[in-house]
């Protein structure tokens, strides 16, 4: 897999420079700002592993996501004239029993959150460079009031911008509850999204204008207006089936077809509705040509949010009913059988658009695989010949009545930059049991072994995760054009009784990892860490201790803690497998076996060169991963650096997450943002009050 990864960087180096000016065609027939792009639910829907021809490449190329990926996932981008080092967020790192209330959170209003599953939706005017005219849209799921906005936006985001950080960009009140995710236009102009009012769903396209944290009401005006009207203003399209009765919508967000100005929406009883003229044309709902379709006429339920692939031209959408539909271009629907046989679907499919793969989620999938019993499922099918014999990775005991909903996986670098599918899914499983983090290895719609990351409660804590996110942070590239070592991190979060100290039986919270693969003829630096994958499906963490540049095969990696491996110019140190709970701290005159693991005081993990006694008084602890103590009574240590698991207190549990990739040139890799909201109430620390929050934390630490 590593091997495909190395291959496809330098394909698609090669092809930036072959297709670039196709880029430029493409972006500007579907009118967005060629240096800026809109980060929200669809991108983490839509993903591509990398074209591994030219005939594959044109055919990518014809869709801006997959340059809006690229360009998030490739470049380094830099801080603003007049921000300072800081703008991007901070770099320091801290264990999972730190705690404080992120980079940033800000009160939404009593009870108000983005919701389970859902998205806020950030726009970048910059691929280059963080702007402080960068925002971030969030949902607040409460019903618009004079006083109550059911939609908001937040500018400022970054600490070197002037005035208050972040600062309320609108707030408004457009008439409805909103509990979908929001999406953006390409240009960042203009905000899509889903309202109900007594029951009745509504598509709003709005035209927003600066106006401060005071709620206001943007204009309405009729479809045909719209798009010559004056910002603040909106226009509203009720979602209507095949005999024009409104429709209800409180589980389908969005998804705009940019390049075709078109917006699908799922609704109740299972219509699927597409609407015209979004961004650039007059807005319409399409009642011909088969829609508004009714993709299950038998048992109608509610459908989830529909991804169209640009490559095939097909939607697909998943329902309550746990039924994943494929619906053609001319309409025609081509159903799976039943996955799920518990709490339903509620994950939306995730469509990899190179390699044409749909991958869908099941909280129960009726079969006795686990203990026995049902167990929770990802399904793997390939769009050729939809539905066939979709492949399937377990991923814990299901519930046999009931259970808890699975929410969707990510991907990481090795599968995002490989030629064919493969590599890692990260996925929040274990839907009637305490819920895991699996890492689902990959290979061309094939699954090869699942392994267990970490469990995330202690034991009979049977509670909800949220979606997962996958962060890779790039650095430079070096001078030949190859891939340079950075950041890469999961996020995700659980609603109570994390085994992290920030979380509580009360209190949820969010959760990171480390996922950083190995890479050949790659520098690293010291303190940079990889989670080594063994050909077992065992996992633990290496953490240079030696700077330099990795061989051009992966090594041999030994599996005791604490032992060193040499990577050409590269040490490694093996700190062991990662874990939500943190090791014990120092005690005084304690006797450790040989490769103990404690936390130092800094928040560093600490290795036991020998065994022995500790002394009456604590050492004084390095800071530098690799360096070893001045002897602790008889016992010698040597830093194995940062603990791989951060977390940061979030009242019940977090929002799915988006991410912001903003590198300054003079500060270390990773100096980025994380973007959600809390599930509950609880102190807002910039804003000031108790409400849901919106929140920005740092990649790198949960700060």
Not at 89 to 101: M, R, S, W, Y
Not at 659 to 685: H, K, L, M, W
């Amino acid at each position: 897999m590593k091997g495909n990864a190395v291959r496809s960087l330098r394909f698609a180096s090669a092809l930036l420079v072959v297709i670039a000016a196709g880029w430029f065609l493409v972006v500007h027939a579907a009118k967005p700002v060629a240096q800026g792009f809109p980060t929200d639910w669809t991108h983490h829907h839509v993903i591509f592993s990398q074209p591994a021809n030219a005939e594959q490449a044109q055919r990518v190329a014809q869709d801006p996501r997959y340059w809006q990926q690229w360009y998030r996932q490739k470049i380094a981008r830099t801080l603003a004239v007049g921000l300072d080092e800081n703008s991007a967020g901070t770099v320091e790192f801290h264990p999972a029993t730190k705690k404080d209330n992120g980079f940033w959170s800000e009160n939404m209003g009593t009870g108000a959150t983005a919701g389970a599953g859902n998205y806020p939706a950030k726009y970048s005017f910059s691929i280059t460079t963080a702007s402080c005219s960068d925002y971030i849209v969030f949902n607040t799921g409460l019903a618009g009031a004079s006083n109550q906005a059911n939609i908001i936006a937040y500018n400022n985001l970054y600490s070197g911008c002037s005035g208050g950080v972040p600062s309320t960009y609108w707030a408004y009140n457009t008439g409805g509850q909103v509990v979908t995710s929001p999406t953006i236009s390409g240009d960042g102009t203009q905000i899509a999204f889903v309202q109900t009012n007594a029951g009745v769903g509504s598509l709003v396209l709005l035209k927003y204008a600066a106006s401060g944290g005071v709620v206001s009401t943007p204009s309405s005006v009729s479809n045909g207006a719209y798009r010559n009207c004056t910002a603040p203003c909106m226009t509203t399209l009720t979602l209507f089936n095949s005999s024009s009765v409104g429709i209800g919508d409180t589980t389908s967000s969005p998804f705009p077809d940019y390049t075709h100005d078109i917006i699908y929406v799922g609704g109740a009883s299972s219509w699927l509705l597409k609407f015209s003229g979004v961004f650039r044309g007059s807005p319409a709902e399409v009642m011909t040509g088969g829609f508004p379709l009714q993709v299950n006429t038998t048992t109608p339920t509610a459908l989830n949010s529909p991804i169209h692939d640009y490559q095939s031209g097909n939607v697909f959408v998943t329902d309550f009913g746990g039924y994943l539909y494929e619906v053609g271009p001319t309409g025609g629907v081509t159903a799976s059988a039943q996955l799920d046989h518990g709490a339903g679907i509620v994950a939306f499919p995730i469509v990899d658009s190179t390699a044409e793969l749909v991958y869908a989620f099941s909280s129960n999938d009726a079969g006795t695989g686990c203990a026995g019993g049902p167990c929770a499922a990802a399904y793997i099918f390939k769009v050729a010949g939809f539905p066939g014999t979709p492949a399937e990775a377990t991923l814990g005991t299901a519930s046999v009545a009931g259970g808890n909903p699975l929410f969707e996986s990510d991907f990481d670098s090795i599968y995002q930059n490989s030629l064919s599918g493969d590599g890692d899914m990260y996925v929040c499983g274990g839907t009637g049991e305490d819920p895991i983090l699996y890492r689902v290895a990959l290979a061309d719609g094939a699954v090869l072994n699942t392994s267990t990351v970490a469990p995330l409660t202690p034991a009979a804590n049977h509670v909800p995760c949220s979606p997962v996110t996958d962060v890779y942070n790039p650095n430079a590239p070096n001078p030949n054009g190859t891939q340079s070592a950075s950041e890469e991190w999961v996020f995700f979060g659980v609603q109570s009784h994390g085994h992290p100290s920030n979380c509580s039986a009360t209190t949820g919270c969010a959760i990171s990892v480390v996922d950083l693969p190995w890479l050949a003829s790659v520098p690293f630096k010291v303190g940079q860490e990889v989670l080594v994958r063994r050909a077992n499906g065992t996992l633990y963490v290496s953490i240079a201790i030696q700077s330099g540049t990795t061989g051009a095969t992966e090594p041999a990696w030994p599996a005791a803690l604490g032992t060193q491996t040499t990577d050409n110019g590269v040490i490694w140190l093996n700190q062991g497998t990662p874990s939500a709970t943190a090791v014990a701290g120092w005690a005084a005159t304690h006797t450790y076996a040989a490769r103990s693991r404690i936390l130092d005081s800094n928040g560093n993990v600490e290795i036991t060169v020998g065994g022995g006694t500790s002394g009456a008084a604590g050492p004084t602890w390095p800071t530098k991963a690799g360096a070893v103590t001045t002897p602790d009574g008889t016992v010698s240590w040597i830093n194995a650096g940062v603990w791989p698991v951060a977390s940061l207190s979030s009242a019940g549990g977090v929002s799915a997450i988006v991410y912001d990739n903003v590198v300054s040139a003079v500060t270390e890799p990773g100096a980025s943002q994380i973007y959600f909201s809390t599930r509950a109430n609880q102190a807002c620390v910039t804003s000031g009050g108790t409400g849901g929050c919106a929140i920005q934390a740092s990649q790198s630490a949960l700060k």
